[in-house]
């Protein structure tokens, strides 16, 4: 089974930073494109970055240039520095496969909140 854990929200003012992990366990991770997901108060999930097992990232138009997506293999490990943040930005954040199997469960998500 594979299990997802995140960390490092918190509470930040507007302009600030934040770098969320996300441990995965499994053999999965190094052969398969992971992403950052939020979700925010009465809104769907949905997909912020990505990093394809060759290094290569995606963002949202929403985040492009502000956000940076990487990955250590050799911990299963996923990161978003998150820079320049907005109160827009305020979700729930969660790591998962791109695109998410019917096998694999969300974690528990880690909360960023964004003060004006």
């Known amino acids: 089974q594979v299990q997802l854990v995140e960390s490092g929200g918190g509470l930040v003012q507007a302009g600030g930073s934040l770098r969320l992990s996300c441990k995965a366990s499994g053999s999965i991770f190094s052969i398969n494109a992971m992403g950052w997901y939020r979700q925010a108060p009465g809104k769907q999930r949905e997909l912020v970055a990505r990093i394809n097992s060759d290094g290569s990232t995606n963002y949202a138009d929403s985040v492009k240039g502000r956000f940076t997506i990487s990955r250590d293999n050799a911990k299963n490990t996923v990161f978003l520095q998150m820079n320049s943040l907005k109160p827009e930005d305020t979700a729930v954040y969660y790591c998962?496969?791109?695109?998410?199997?019917?096998?694999?469960?969300w974690g528990q998500g880690t909360q960023v909140t964004v003060s004006s």
């Open positions: 998962n496969i791109v695109p998410r199997p019917p096998y694999v469960n």
